[in-house]
């Protein structure tokens, strides 16, 4: 049984300021924390300091912007629509998206992995609203029409002018979805060593885990299209955003596949929040907003590297 100082840091842990963590503490007196027993929190306990630093729920916040990002442009791919208003709801102010349609997949196959990879994504909002409670942020403003131009015209598969829609066809989509699932896996794990309280560690692990598996079923089904050049030239685009060293790496060649992207150990590599940043704001500089969030990203960790 957890001791009363444990489950108040964990509560204090959980959300990003003390109003939210009051709410929190209200809630799951009520709901979550039954084991503990009402009278081992006690309503007058004095409330704790909030920790130094980066708080969980403030990662965890960060995570949620990708996981809007990213649900909303499989669930327009996979179901021709977006979130419901009931999921976008949130501190901070809530934006529309702009673009996004059905996709006319020609192979079934692809078309099972849009919608599977649509429920997970649906799946890790509605599960980072409920972890976070009243802290969770809102859906910030989303461009899933005009960015993906900027990254394609960026990675050289258009002409400036040019436009690129990753609904026209499944190619198309792909190459769009891998613009996002590698930098999901990068993000995820760069994030883990700020996490704080091991529950919530565990669940990012789970949802690292998942993406690794929608990366790399991005990456085989491109490399299986034979369009590993246009990938690699997306890595290259990617690279070129997050920062000096070279880390970014594309699927490989027609003689020789590289559908895990792992250093000489076998290891996956870590971006920072700042460094995802660059990667969806389109901009290899300091800013707080730009490309697939044109208005930035709600919560406290917003600035890119």
């Known amino acids: 049984m957890f001791g009363k100082s444990v489950v108040t840091n964990m509560i204090n842990r959980s959300a990003e300021n003390e109003a939210d963590r009051r709410l929190f503490l209200k809630s799951a007196g009520v709901a979550g924390l039954g084991v503990v027993g009402a009278s081992a929190l006690g309503g007058a306990a004095p409330a704790m ?22 649900a909303e442009f499989y669930s327009y791919a996979a179901f021709g629509k977006g979130l ?26 692809i078309k099972n992995y849009a919608v599977e990879i649509a429920n997970d994504e649906l799946d890790h909002v509605k599960f980072l609203r409920k972890a976070l409670g009243g802290a969770k942020v809102s859906r910030p403003s989303i461009d899933i ?67 690794a598996y929608h990366a790399g079923i991005v990456r085989s089904a491109l ?27 594309g699927i490989g060649t027609a003689s020789k596949a590289n559908l895990v992207p792992t250093d000489k150990n076998g290891v996956a590599f870590s971006r ?34």
Not at 85 to 107: C, I, M, Q, Y
Request: glycine share 12%; no cysteine; aromatic share 8%.
């Open 84 to 109: 419901s208003d009931n999921l976008t709801t949130g501190k901070g102010k809530r934006g529309g998206v702009k673009g996004g349609r059905a996709v006319p997949f020609a192979t079934p196959a």
């Open 145 to 211: 029409q005009g960015s993906f131009t900027a990254a394609a015209t960026a990675a050289g598969l258009i002409k400036p002018g040019e436009t690129f829609d990753p609904y026209a066809n499944e190619d198309n989509f792909l190459l769009a979805a891998f613009v996002f699932e590698d930098v999901g896996v990068t993000a995820y794990k760069g994030a883990a060593p700020l996490i704080q309280n091991k529950t919530y560690l565990e669940a990012a692990a789970g949802i690292l885990a998942v993406e």
């Open 272 to 305: 920072s929040a700042g460094q995802v940043l660059n990667v969806v704001y389109l901009n290899p500089k300091k800013t707080t907003k730009g490309g697939f969030f044109p208005k930035g990203v709600n919560g406290v960790i917003n600035t890119s590297a």
């Open 223 to 249: 490399y299986s299209k034979g369009l590993n050049e246009a990938a690699d030239a997306i890595s290259a685009a990617r690279d070129s955003l997050d920062g000096k060293k070279d880390l970014d790496q």
């Open 49 to 70: 300091a909030a920790p130094k630093g980066i708080t969980d729920g403030a990662v965890l916040n960060f995570a949620l912007n990708l996981e809007y990002l990213e």
